[in-house]
């Protein structure tokens, strides 16, 4: 059964003001601890700097995909631009990745040489950043419920939460006892929950992308359900895809029975697909048993098969 995806939602406009707020705050928490790093002399400051900047600009693609998404179908894109969200998120995800990456690579580093902590100030700025993360999570945590694009700028900003969380943590447990094992174990800890999270999300991205068969929607159970109706002698070149994040689309081939009323089973057909599995965009190529296609196949067509046989006999 369908799931309805957008009892989270709130008025694009709203969300496009929380982004951007969350942008604001990023960038001034990015100039703060440049400021700071160079007070202090800390590199490791003026680097976690550069990458609290790298989320204000996840945060920035996410508001550039969410605008691009609202344009209506065109000439140009027939199927209009909902996807340009599923692209941010991939390339979001992607960013995450080979961020954890690097943390893996610093945490072993870390392990095999601990660094020195800085003092106090470095504790103090990430607190004040894990406040500015928190806000941050708050602007756009309703909205990642609802879109793959603001969960990846959110993970991103949990991930600059945790690293907020763990500079406090270890930096103070460095400075009074001089545990500094804690600092890289606990980079590494954090690089694999990002690294589990986003490995998660990315396989639906990728499934939308490549126009996968919806999670909610199997085939299998789609043809069966489309076979049941009334009329409906067989069903074949079936497709199934997501035309964005939450729309279904259909498109099949219908071999009507014997003396079938194919504007009934056509309502039928779609209402039946509608209610079972949400799917409410569907194109139906209706066919009587004397015009049916050559190829029956049910899932999928048969194209690449053809033009490959087309090819040997010429």
Avoid at 74 to 102: C, H, K, Q, S, W
Avoid at 189 to 200: Q, V
Wanted: some cysteine; aromatic content about 4%.
């Amino acid at each position: 059964m369908p799931h309805d995806h957008h009892h989270h939602q709130i008025p694009p406009e709203s969300g496009d003001k929380r982004i951007f707020l969350a942008v604001a705050v990023n960038v001034a928490l990015t100039l703060v601890q440049i400021v700071a790093g160079v007070i202090s002399g800390s590199l490791a400051l003026i680097a976690d700097a550069i990458h609290n900047l790298s989320d204000a600009l996840s945060l920035v693609i996410a508001f550039a995909a969410r605008r691009i998404a609202r344009r209506p179908a065109d000439a140009e894109m027939t199927f209009g631009y909902g996807r340009a969200e599923v692209v941010a998120a991939l390339v979001n995800y992607t960013t995450l990745i080979v961020i954890a990456l690097y943390l893996v690579a610093e945490g072993v580093s870390r392990l095999l040489d601990p660094p020195e902590v800085q003092g106090w100030i470095v504790v103090a700025v990430a607190a004040a950043a894990l406040v500015v993360d928190t806000v941050t999570a708050l602007l756009i945590f309703r909205m990642s419920k609802d879109s793959a694009n603001m969960r990846a700028a959110f993970l991103h900003n949990v991930m600059d939460a945790l690293g907020s969380v763990a500079v406090i943590v270890s930096g103070t447990l460095i400075l009074l006892y001089d545990w500094r094992l804690v600092d890289p174990l606990a980079t590494l800890l954090i690089a694999g929950y990002i690294l589990w999270h986003t490995a998660r999300e990315l396989g639906p991205v990728i499934r939308v992308l490549m126009l996968g068969t919806p999670p909610g929607a199997p085939a299998a159970d789609v043809l069966e359900c489309m076979e049941a109706i009334d009329g409906v002698e067989e069903v074949h070149h079936l497709h199934l895809w997501m035309m964005g994040e939450h729309e279904v689309s259909l498109e099949a081939h219908v071999v009507l029975a014997e003396a079938a009323d194919a504007d009934a089973v056509k309502a039928a057909l779609k209402k039946r697909l509608g209610v079972a599995f949400g799917i409410e965009h569907t194109v139906l190529e209706l066919e009587t048993e004397q015009n049916r296609c050559a190829s029956s196949q049910q899932i999928g067509h048969a194209c690449g098969a053809l033009d490959n046989a087309t090819h040997r006999h010429a």
